[in-house]
């Protein structure tokens, strides 16, 4: 089949997408985690590649096909995941969808932690790269247009606003993961956009559908 530029406009381009959870090991069958299904990333990637982007996916631990035309890096920890997207530089726009988990062990533990009559196991924990935040401040190698996503469940906008400050990025996605708006694990999103400019309020969309309006925000921005 034939495409118009039109349908097309991210060819040419390479896009970094990072998607789903990162696994943090405590011993070897205990992980830190946090809760993500990947979904919504893998909607992005699928509809950036379907724009002609030839898109590098990293992502976490998760139960999700590789969407056509996508280059996918699968990794377990958020330093493997941060160790990866910077091998996939350069990029012309990076979208970290991916829940990076905060904090990994400092001494994941050889054999099985058992449970004992002397007390708790201490976990020592030390915070894991931000690789929204590194790629944001890359440097000649930052991608032209960065983006991150922001969970938040309480004060979305203003949680998204600080931290598309505190990170460098360019755009946040802000979506609301308060236990009633049932994102987590369902179809839909509702999400803000905040940009330098001002925040756009998205009407709830299928997942799908968000990622299709971004990935089409993305090549206007880029072209
Ligand atoms: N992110 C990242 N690497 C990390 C942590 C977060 O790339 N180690 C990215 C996420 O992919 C997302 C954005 O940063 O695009 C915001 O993640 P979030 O967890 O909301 O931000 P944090 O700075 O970790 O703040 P919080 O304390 O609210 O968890
Ligand atoms: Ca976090």
Same mark, same amino acid.
């Given at each position: 089949a034939h495409f118009s530029a039109a349908k097309k406009p991210l060819t040419g381009r390479h896009v970094l997408v990072t998607a789903g959870p990162t696994h943090?090991?405590?011993d070897p069958v205990r992980y830190i985690a946090n809760r993500?299904?990947? @979904?919504q990333g893998f909607a992005i990637a699928g509809a950036l590649a379907r724009m002609g982007a030839r898109v590098t996916l990293v992502a976490g631990p998760v139960a999700l096909d590789t969407p056509p035309g996508v280059t996918r890096i699968d990794v377990e920890t958020a330093c493997q995941m941060a160790d990866a997207a910077d091998k996939a530089l350069p990029a012309d726009a990076a979208v970290? +969808?991916? #829940?990076? #988990?905060?904090? @990994?062990?400092?001494? &994941?533990?050889?054999g099985k932690l058992?449970?004992?009559q002397d007390g708790l196991p201490h976990l020592n924990l030390v915070e894991n790269p931000d690789i $929204? #935040?590194? $790629?944001?401040?890359?440097?000649k190698r930052r991608p032209g247009l960065v983006v991150g996503f922001a969970a938040e469940t309480d004060d979305v906008v203003n949680h998204a606003m600080a931290k598309r400050l505190r990170k460098g990025c360019d755009?946040? +996605?802000?979506?609301?993961?308060?236990v009633e708006s049932g994102v987590m694990g369902g179809g839909d999103n509702t999400v803000h956009l905040v940009t330098d400019t001002g925040v756009e309020d998205w009407p709830t969309l299928p997942k799908q559908a968000v990622a299709e309006? $971004?990935? &089409? @925000?993305?090549?206007?921005a880029l072209s």
């Open positions: 943090e090991p405590i993500s299904s990947g @979904r970290c +969808v991916a #829940a990076v #988990a905060d904090w @990994r062990t400092s001494d &994941e533990a050889s058992k449970k004992s $929204l #935040a590194r $790629l944001s401040s890359g440097g755009w946040i +996605v802000a979506n609301d993961v308060s309006r $971004l990935a &089409e @925000r993305i090549a206007g």
